[in-house]
């Protein structure tokens, strides 16, 4: 149950607020409209993502709950490796050894995933499991893979282990395994970076602001502004959900300043039954049977 919680208490802090400010921004953009009538008008409509949302919520930490928790990945890969989790020492101020430590981490989680997300998402084996996120023509939070990502738990978990098992390389190398102690210390306010980053990259309220743009781009924090390139229909990159720096490496990396205005979604006929049945049933083939 220790995912569970952990996924709650970030949905609460973090996702929910992305979530409102998000729907403000679409209120203001369809020009404010009276909000009991859209929601009488369009029912069916609001029903419907309702519906799709908790059933994707449900799913979500269903899955989560079978996967080992943070804390029994972190224990297996101490014990795999040798690591110690006796106290570091110490030989310059903690608090910087502690954030020199998160650094590391963000970039080297970023690595996997962005080979994660290139390589295994957006291949022919798992992207029916992703498609569902690419399908929306309106980038925010909210939408069905955003607040909501059943299937986002396994790819998770890859990275998770992946970086995991990487920082515990890198103190071994280095000749000081015990800075695993102080990785312990970091991981919450890593957790919630990722967290925060991921709902801000999707955030149709801040895309709008230019500032957005430009002070993350010092700390290669990926921008909302970058990100929503990776859902244009016609354009291929920005794969990394938290930092561009590893599609600047790998020559993925689209500028908003030179790709300018795109279509988002998907460049091929597609609707949400579609999207999670792999291709099996599609809402117009349903409707023209009845």
């Not at 009276?34 to 369009?42: I, V, Y």
């Not at 990100?227 to 016609?234: K, R, W």
Request: one cysteine or more; a positive charge.
């Amino acid at each position: 149950m220790a995912n569970v919680k952990l996924f709650l208490l970030l949905f609460g802090v973090t996702q929910t607020v992305f979530v409102l400010l998000d729907f403000f921004e679409l209120w203001r953009q369809d020009g404010r409209p009276a909000l009991f009538g859209k929601l009488r008008s369009e029912w069916r409509t609001f029903l419907s993502l309702a519906v799709i949302w908790l059933v994707y919520f449900s799913l979500q930490l269903g899955l989560s709950a079978i996967l080992p928790s943070v804390d029994r990945t972190l224990a297996a890969a101490r014990q795999t490796l040798g690591v110690s989790a006796g106290r570091t020492e110490v030989f310059v101020h903690r608090t910087a050894l502690c954030v020199a430590i998160g650094v590391a981490t963000f970039f080297v989680a970023g690595f996997w995933d962005y080979l994660t997300h290139r390589f295994l998402l957006h291949s022919r084996i798992a992207w029916y499991l992703h498609e569902s996120h690419h399908l929306p023509m309106r980038v925010f939070n909210g939408m069905p893979g955003i607040s909501a990502r059943p299937f986002v738990v396994f790819s998770a978990f890859l990275v998770n282990v992946s970086s995991m098992v990487t920082m515990f390389l890198l103190f071994w190398i280095v000749g000081r395994p015990d800075l695993a102690s102080l990785f312990f210390e970091t991981l919450p306010a890593i957790i919630f970076a990722f967290a925060f980053i991921g709902s801000a990259s999707h955030s149709c309220f801040l895309r709008r602001y230019a500032f957005f743009d430009r002070w993350p781009r010092y700390l290669l924090i990926i921008t909302p502004q970058e990100h929503v390139l990776h859902h244009a229909a016609n354009h291929k990159g920005n794969f990394g959900n938290f930092t561009p720096l590893w599609d600047r490496v790998f020559g993925t990396y689209l500028d908003p300043a030179r790709v300018g205005e795109t279509k988002l979604g998907l460049n091929y006929d597609q609707d949400f039954l579609g999207a999670i049945t792999a291709g099996k049933w599609k809402l117009s083939l349903v409707s023209e049977k009845n």
